[in-house]
């Protein structure tokens, strides 16, 4: 290794060959999807497969009622655009909503990507992409500095945070090497080389690249995820779904063949001409037109659009509250997490050292040091810089956590004089201290205080005053020591040097803040029934501290703490029992998430993890939600299922709220839209039994049809969002998304409005005879018109008692102006259509008295829904 030649980087000529030969550092991207391959995607979801498998059904029974006249049943063609218009719209909300947030994921993550890199060419330095470097480059690398590549340092000595890559907190010390041994190595701990994703902490120096791109270790995790060979776990939501369309489908195939022989049955029995071979294929041909049409009117067309619908509404709104959503089907499933495991640092903590308190030399906590002496001290033995901005840049943490405290107090880079300065020595992990020696022999100290306590003379007071420090000094400082490491803080202590004494300054008192939104989201989140795990790298004390103050750990009787060590003990299924009431994880390895979520899931959990880091990238993958921190890594990002934008965990709670209200009003829109299909089943039933001709016209099916799909789907998509529903306890994964609540209302209603058309078509109590006018030209048409005015007005106040489960029906109903205007459109539209719609809509015009009749009898609905609520309550 010629460390001369090195130092000249290489040529232009160079540079094109190692491009030729090993490719450039760029990483892998996944292939982005083109909107129409993601509209081709859209037709993976079961219920645009059952659409479309209706949709075909039907134009297989109009091509063969072209030839066989008995198989047309009249309104095939309506029928059909009905059904292509559904599928269009569902998969089109769907692709547009899908489209718009994987731009917005590529735009951050190729923002994320835009990375500059020190690097040498011809002797010469320049500022290149990241992504432009090529095997054999010599780059510098810097405090602050994120390593661009895997290689060995030649040059130099500095100091790495890996945490990125292996979840270790602690920073690794690298040293320049005079030969190539090492390039290969894969070793985090290996003496001289510095891997991709790692921060230089401290110091700088001059490194080679040996692997780029893919062939580094972040190039092969980032990879591993585009990996599909391991079986994917079906979202929730779909699950869910899945189980409502194999029951409509039983449904609609029992009500079909029940239809189909009673149609068989009673026209044969009821038959005037002689039975004939003909006649009975002709009749059996009527009723497998009459039972694909019935299976065809089960299929509720609404719903997937529906569910895209508020999809795509739900996804905007959470881009607006910094939280974008990358897989939407993953984040409808944060309505039924019921497990969190939640890092620490950025998320439950601020993610920021901050000098808190400190603590001087006769053992009295003060929360400020005024003292021009002690500025000194913190500014010069220090390695971090004031940017431009005015505020503290690289180095480590800690350097920053002081010069901040600095600043703060007033401190401007024209205070320190730095020819003052003859020697500094950054932080040396096994000296555990850092030092500044100014060229009048005064030796500024700061480290771990056990390293230094034994050697204090004096301590110093914040107006100046120096002091003997005792033995009664030193134990009351001790004792301040202890009771401030169990208030999670990092101590660090601050004395001078000179003349044979050493002089303690302070003690200072660090400490990560827990965020001041974290306290009330964790609580939020525990009484919506979803159990926090803080998983960190923490020791356990400092673990234990947070999560009590949190409020992640509430009952030490009860919680359980486990530490890395513990847990891998654990057999899988030991450890899936303490899971229930597990609270923290400390000193958690990164495959410890993975196992975590792992035996989560075996157990039907619906889990969330959050991440950040190249090494959270596998628990995130793995997760049901895999929530990634904004300024985490691109690898995280695209691993995660959502991109938590201002790290809070105030966000995730947003976002399971969201989910929330998309589940409710799914569920509003199967009762809705149920009610409306078993209604019309029941009538086709019925129908045969009665002897009923088609109860609703061609036309008529079409507008019922357009209120229960299309514009029920716009006037529930808008429900506003609700708090109370973060104290319901979450729908465990193997529940029916049609719960008892659902079920009755869907039951109930359906049930009424049969009964309600049966009642009008056959004239009990003479309440059709009553509003039937004297002299009417059509008497048949006319009851039929009363009884579709009466059908569609109580579907209309149906809606009332469905996008409400309490007895209030108009709460929050001025939140979503939608439903009121589609509604109020819908009842002012049937109305115009029963006055003056005759020839299209097959009706005649109702008088008043038989239409303020039809209304009085629909909004009976309202008080019998009423009753129903109050019993199911019960």
Known sequence: ??????????????????????????????????????????????????????????????????????????????????????????????????????????????????????VVRDGKLVNILTSEIVKGDTILIQAGDKVPADGLLFEGKIKVSQAALNGESRDENKAAVTNMDEAESTDYSSQGKVFMGSVVTSGEGYMIATVIGDSSELGKINKSLTDTSEEERKDTSSLKLEGVAAGIGKLGVSAAAIAGILHVVLTLIRADQAITVVSVLLVIAEAVMLMASIVIMAVPEGLPMMNSLVQSMNTESMYKKNILVSHKAAFSDSAYMNVLFSDKTGTITQGNLSLVELITGNGRIIPSYQNKEFIEAITLNNLAKVSAEGKAIGSNNMDRALLTYAIQNGYNDSDNDPDKVEEISGFDSEKKCATVKLKNGLVYWKGATENIIDKVTHYMLPDGEEREFTKADKDKVEEQMHA???????????????????????VLCLRDNVRTDAVETVQILNDAGIQVVMVTGDAEETAVAIAKEAGILADEKKDVVLTHEEMEKLSDEKLKKVLPNLRVVSRAKPLDKKRLVSLSQQIDNVCGMTGDGVNDAPALKQADIGFAMGDGTAVAQEAGDVVILNNSLTSIKDCVLNSRTMAKSVGKFLIFQ??????????????????????????????????????????????????????????????????????????????????????????????????????????????????????????????????????????????????????????????????????????TMLEPKALLVSMALAVLIIPVDLIRKAVIRR
């Open 674 to 843: 149920l009610t409306v299909n078993i209604s019309t089943l029941l009538m086709n039933i019925l129908a045969p039994i009665l002897g009923w001709t088609e109860p609703f016209s061609i036309v008529q099916i079409l507008w019922i049809n357009l209120i229960m799909d299309t514009l029920a789907a716009m006037a529930f998509g808008g429900e506003p969002i609700l708090d109370r529903y973060m104290k319901e306890q979450p729908a465990k994964r193997t529940d029916n998304i049609l719960t008892p609540y659902i079920k009755s209302a869907i039951g109930v209603s359906a049930v009424f409005i049969t009964l309600g058309s049966i009642l009008i078509l056959e004239n009990i109590g003479g309440i059709t005879s009553w509003v039937v006018p004297t002299g009417c030209a059509d008497p048949g048409l006319y009851e039929k018109t009363f009884m579709f005015a009466f059908f569609i007005y109580a579907i209309i106040f149906n809606s009332l008692n469905t996008r409400s489960e309490k007895y209030n029906l108009l709460e929050h109903i001025g939140e979503n102006k939608n439903f009121i205007l589609v509604m109020g459109a819908i009842f002012i539209l049937q109305t115009i259509i029963i006055e003056v719609g005759g020839k299209v809509f097959n009706t």
């Open 484 to 506: 401030q490491a169990k208030r999670t803080m990092k101590l660090l202590s601050v004395a001078k040097i000179s003349d044979g004494k050493t002089v303690l300054m302070a």
């Open 1 to 118: 290794m010629n460390k001369e030649v090195l130092m000249q980087g290489l040529s232009g000529q160079q540079v094109g060959e190692s491009k030729a030969k090993y490719g450039t550092n760029e990483l892998a991207k996944k292939d982005t999807e083109s909107l129409w391959s993601m509209f081709i995607g859209a037709f993976d979801d079961i219920w645009i497969k059952v659409l479309c498998a209706a949709l075909a059904l039907k134009v297989i029974l109009a091509v063969l009622g072209i030839f066989v006249p008995a198989l047309s049943g009249g309104n095939d063609a309506v029928e059909i655009v009905s059904i292509v218009i559904a599928i269009a719209l569902a998969t089109g909300f769907s692709t547009l909503s899908e489209y718009r947030n994987t731009s917005r994921s590529e735009a951050l993550q190729e923002e994320y990507s835009k990375t500059y890199a020190k």
